[in-house]
């Protein structure tokens, strides 16, 4: 498991999560984020404060060791997270990849970030470093 991993079972509720260090370049500048990954809750067990309690352990090593958080966020989940404080990347995405600069189309709109000390033009362009399989 990455830094900052857990999973647990209990019963019949599952969860997962991970907080794993990514680079961001916005504006010029690369940024240290704290990129969440996997937070999932089985469906029985969801609204029940299952998810926002592990974002608040996630949101805690976040905003403890990073410049940024950032995560690439589900239809069911962005509720959570905007709610949370979390605010959605309006501009536009892209990988950097081994081939150069690529645009992640598919992407805008799902990418959501923790603001910290580093000021974000969130209409500004987010890049993310590259990684095998689904880049955000």
């Known amino acids: 498991m990455p830094p900052h991993a857990s999973q647990a079972?209990?019963?019949t509720l599952h969860r997962g999560?991970?907080?794993v260090q990514r680079r961001l370049l916005h504006g010029g500048h690369a940024l240290r984020a704290g990129y969440v990954e996997a937070v999932a809750v089985s469906p029985a067990h969801r609204h029940g404060g299952v998810a926002s309690a592990?974002?608040?352990e996630l949101e805690d090593v976040v905003r403890g060791a990073y410049e940024l958080g950032a995560l690439?966020?589900?239809d069911d989940g962005a509720g959570l997270h905007a709610a949370r404080g979390?605010?959605?990347?309006?501009g536009p995405t892209s990988v950097l990849s081994p081939a150069g600069t690529?645009?992640?189309p598919e992407d805008d709109g799902a990418v959501f970030v923790l603001p910290?000390?580093?000021?974000?033009?969130?209409d500004g362009s987010l890049s993310?470093?590259?990684r095998d399989g689904d880049v955000w």
């Not at 910290?116 to 969130?122: E, I, N, S």
């Open 9 to 11: 079972r209990r019963g």
């Open 17 to 19: 999560h991970a907080v």
């Open 54 to 56: 592990v974002m608040v």
């Open 72 to 74: 690439g966020a589900s």
């Open 86 to 90: 979390w605010e959605r990347w309006r």
């Open 102 to 104: 690529v645009r992640t």
């Open 116 to 122: 910290g000390p580093v000021a974000l033009d969130l």
């Open 128 to 130: 993310c470093d590259w």
